[in-house]
């Protein structure tokens, strides 16, 4: 027995499951560019890595699902911030060295080493740096 509306019932779902796309192409991505303080990096990658390294089991940050801890400060706006953690003028080259060595330029932190490879901390701090 035919169901009614079969086919088209069919093609409306694949209508809008390619309008959610679109939509989503044109919204939910991250942009490939590197920002001039992270020439290197790749914010679309940096951006799944904040939630590989378990960085947002701590810090709440926007555009990374799952991100609302408050165990660290929010990384919101970062690309705004004058310093990190209070102790290095925020600049590409900071960022990357307190991603990848908190203990190093603030002994005690409670922010853990995380073990973040070079190319990985750039790729982070290449997505902080486009929050704004
Ligand atoms: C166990 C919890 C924890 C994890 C995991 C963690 N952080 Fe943090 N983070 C902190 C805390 C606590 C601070 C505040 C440190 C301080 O001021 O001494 C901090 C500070 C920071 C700051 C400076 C914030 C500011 O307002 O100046 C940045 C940037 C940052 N973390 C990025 C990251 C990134 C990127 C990762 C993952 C690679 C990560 N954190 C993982 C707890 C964490």
Not at 41 to 54: E, F, I, T
Not at 75 to 97: E, H, K, M, V
Request: glycine fraction near 14%; charge should be positive.
């Amino acid at each position: 027995m035919r169901r009614p509306g079969g086919a088209a019932g069919r093609r409306l779902v694949v209508a809008a499951a390619l309008a959610v796309l679109a939509v989503c192409a044109a919204a939910c991505g991250v942009g490939g560019e590197p920002p001039p303080e992270v020439p290197g990096g790749s914010p679309a990658k940096g951006r799944l890595l904040l939630s590989r390294y378990g960085c947002s089991s701590c810090h709440t940050v926007p555009g990374v699902e799952g991100a609302d801890a408050l165990v660290g400060p929010p990384l919101t706006a970062f690309g705004r911030r004058g310093y990190i953690a209070g102790q290095l003028p925020n600049s590409g080259p900071n960022l990357q060295r307190w991603i990848r060595k908190p203990s190093a330029v603030e002994p005690g932190t409670a922010m853990p080493d995380l073990g973040v490879t070079e190319q990985d901390a750039r790729d982070i701090a290449a997505y902080l740096f486009t929050l704004d």
